[in-house]
T-cell receptor, first 114, second 111 residues
């Protein structure tokens, strides 16, 4: 069964360092997302991506964040200079259609900023 | 202000008990989804409800969409330890396909 895959599963970094989280969405999906879940809190929308550009981004997704689909298969989230409060699970998701259907999530990348 | 309010936030019950969790909003939605998330994993879709008053059953889980399409409930009959997890309601918001989640109900079913 097709699935969304994410790497790394866990990354520990020092505050101020750059981090890149990688995702391979399901191959025929057209809409891509990043979500964040701080421990014990809700799943929060960060950004949506369609047709090689950002469709929408949340207030959390400030200038320190960027997304890219460099090669038609990978979808990456970069945090330029990590802060302690960036520690969270980051989930990549993808789906075929815009406003209906199932959003398929990866298993997440746990980011720990020290 | 949360778009979706889920209650209760935490629920701990014994195996075999029934339970209902709720998802409420002041907004009207064309559809609503329920996801389940296990520790260390991403959310997984359980069901989508689209019609006001709709009831959908998934084995021991019964989902209902309110008549006014502002709220939904999830009822579990004879809960089992395998039902333990975080239950999230979610709606598509705006035209960009953004899925917004409620804060979830953390369910623990003890044997």
């Amino acid at each position: 069964e097709p699935e969304v895959t994410q790497t790394p599963s866990h990354q520990v970094t020092q505050m101020g360092q750059e981090v890149i989280l990688r995702c391979v969405p399901i191959s025929n999906h057209l809409y891509f997302y990043w979500y964040r879940q701080i421990l014990g809190q809700k799943v929060e929308f960060l950004v949506s991506f369609y047709n090689n550009e950002i469709s929408e981004k949340s207030e959390i997704f400030d200038d320190q964040f960027s997304v890219e689909r460099p090669d038609g298969s990978n979808f990456t989230l970069k945090i330029r200079s990590t802060k302690l409060e960036d520690s969270a699970m980051y989930f990549c998701a993808s789906k075929i259609e815009a406003n209906t259907g199932e959003l398929f999530f990866g298993e997440g990348s746990r980011l720990t900023v020290l | 202000t949360q778009l979706l309010e889920q209650s209760p936030q935490f629920l701990s019950i014994q195996e075999g008990e029934n339970l209902t969790v709720y998802c409420n909003s002041s907004s009207v939605f064309s559809s609503l989804q329920w996801y389940r998330q296990e520790p260390g994993e991403g959310p997984v879709l359980l069901v989508t409800v689209v019609t006001g008053g709709e009831v959908k059953k998934l084995k021991r889980l019964t989902f209902q969409f309110g008549d006014a399409r502002k709220d939904s409930s999830l009822h579990i009959t004879a809960a089992q330890p395998g039902d333990t997890g975080l239950y999230l309601c979610a709606v598509f918001y705006n035209q960009g396909g953004k899925l917004i989640f409620g804060q979830g109900t953390e369910l623990s079913v003890k044997p």
